[in-house]
C-alpha cells in the first residue's frame, strides 16, 4: 500500500518557508495538519505513531492547493517520534481555528493574543515560542519543564511532541479547556504523550504543591506573563525558584511588564543573588529578553 509523502512536497516546494509567507505555504501546512487530523481518526494509533500507517486517500479530502494524488506518496517526519515544528505550527493553527469556531474568542480564553495568531494568518506556535522551544529541546532533553502560565499550551505542545515530560499551569479557566482540547487533539495522533504531559489549573507554585512537579530535574519556564502578580506573588514565585534545577523567564514580561533596562537588571539582579549561575539568552529571540538561572 502506498504512503503519503507530504514532506517532500513540502521540502522541494518551499524550502525556506518564512512565518506569515504568502497563501500556497500557509494552505500546504494547514492542508497537512487536516490530512494528518482526518488520517489519524480510527487510525492503528500504534501503527500511526509508527509511521507505516496506510492511508486510505478515497477517506481523504484533499484540498485543490495539494499536488496530486500520486505526488504525494509517503508522510515521513512530520509523524516521527520528533516532530517538525513548521509541521506543528500549522497543525496548531488549524486546532486553533476549531476552538474559536466551537466556543468563540472570549470562551476559548483566546481573547486578541491567541486570536491574532489566526486574523493574521500567523499559524499556532509564536516566532519565541519555536525559537525556545529549539532552545530547550537542545540543553535540557533529559530534563522536565514545568511551564507557569501555560496560556492554550502552545510551547508545550512544541516540547512534548519531541519528548519531552511537560505540566502546564494557567489560572485562567478558559484557557486552561483550551489547552485541554489541544492535549487530546495531540494524543490522538500520538498517544504517547499522554504520558507526558499535564495540565494543572490554578496559580503557579501552589496549584502544584502536592504534586512531584518540583524538583532539581525539572526547568521552570515562564513567556509573556507580564500581568497580574502583586508583590506577595512575585516574592513566592520567585522562592520557588530553588525547587527547580533551572529556570528560564523573560525579565520584560514577569509578573509586570519592565519596559526600561534597569528596571531587567533589577530582576535579574534580584534573581542572580540565590541562583548558582545566571546568564542572559539574548540568542533566543529578537524583542525578547530571556534569562537563564541555575539552580542545581
Ligand atoms: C499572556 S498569556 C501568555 C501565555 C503563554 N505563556 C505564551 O507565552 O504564549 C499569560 C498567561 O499566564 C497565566 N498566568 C500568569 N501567571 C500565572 C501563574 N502564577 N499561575 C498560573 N497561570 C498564570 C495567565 O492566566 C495567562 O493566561
Redo the contacts with the bound molecule.
Keep these: 500500500m502506498s504512503k503519503i509523502r507530504i514532506t517532500s512536497f513540502f521540502q522541494e516546494e518551499h524550502t525556506t518557508p518564512q512565518r506569515g509567507a504568502p497563501s500556497a505555504w500557509l494552505n500546504s501546512r494547514l492542508a497537512y495538519g487536516n490530512l494528518v487530523k482526518k488520517a489519524s481518526k480510527g487510525a492503528d494509533q500504534a501503527a500511526f505513531a509508527r509511521r507505516d500507517y496506510p492511508i486510505n486517500y478515497d477517506d481523504v479530502t484533499l484540498p485543490p492547493w495539494l499536488p496530486p494524488r500520486e505526488t504525494v506518496t509517503a508522510m515521513h517526519a512530520n509523524l516521527a517520534p520528533t516532530v517538525n515544528l513548521d509541521f506543528l505550527d500549522g497543525y496548531l493553527f488549524r486546532l486553533l481555528q476549531e476552538i474559536v469556531e466551537q466556543r468563540g474568542v472570549e470562551g476559548s480564553?483566546f481573547f486578541s493574543?491567541?486570536n491574532s495568531r489566526i486574523e493574521r494568518k500567523l499559524g499556532g506556535l509564536?516566532e519565541?515560542?519555536h525559537q525556545l522551544a529549539l532552545y530547550l529541546l537542545a540543553e535540557f532533553a533529559d530534563r522536565r519543564v514545568v511551564?507557569?502560565?501555560?496560556?492554550?499550551g502552545?510551547?508545550a505542545s512544541a516540547l512534548t511532541c519531541n519528548g519531552m515530560k511537560v505540566a502546564g499551569?494557567?489560572?485562567?479557566a478558559p484557557?486552561a479547556t483550551s489547552a485541554r482540547q489541544i492535549r487530546a487533539s495531540l494524543i490522538a495522533v500520538w498517544p504517547e504523550i499522554e504520558q507526558r504531559y499535564e495540565i494543572f489549573q490554578?496559580?503557579?507554585?501552589d496549584?502544584l504543591l502536592s504534586t512531584d512537579w518540583f524538583g532539581q530535574d525539572a526547568v521552570l519556564v515562564?513567556?509573556?506573563?507580564?500581568?497580574?502578580?502583586d508583590d506577595v506573588?512575585l516574592d513566592t514565585?520567585i522562592r520557588s525558584m530553588s525547587r527547580y534545577g533551572e529556570v528560564i523567564l523573560d525579565l520584560r514580561?514577569f509578573?509586570s511588564v519592565r519596559e526600561n533596562e534597569n528596571d531587567r537588571n533589577a530582576l535579574f539582579d534580584r534573581i542572580a543573588t540565590i541562583a548558582r549561575s545566571s546568564e542572559r539568552l539574548p540568542q533566543i529571540a529578537k524583542g525578547a529578553h530571556m534569562a537563564r538561572f541555575s539552580f542545581g
Excluded: D, K
Excluded at 490554578?202 to 507554585?205: C, E, I
Excluded at 515562564?222 to 502578580?229: D, H, I, P
Design positions: 480564553g493574543y491567541y509564536s519565541l515560542e511551564h507557569a502560565g501555560i496560556g492554550i502552545t510551547l499551569v494557567e489560572y485562567n484557557r490554578g496559580f503557579f507554585p496549584c515562564f513567556t509573556n506573563v507580564g500581568a497580574g502578580w506573588a514565585i514580561l509578573g
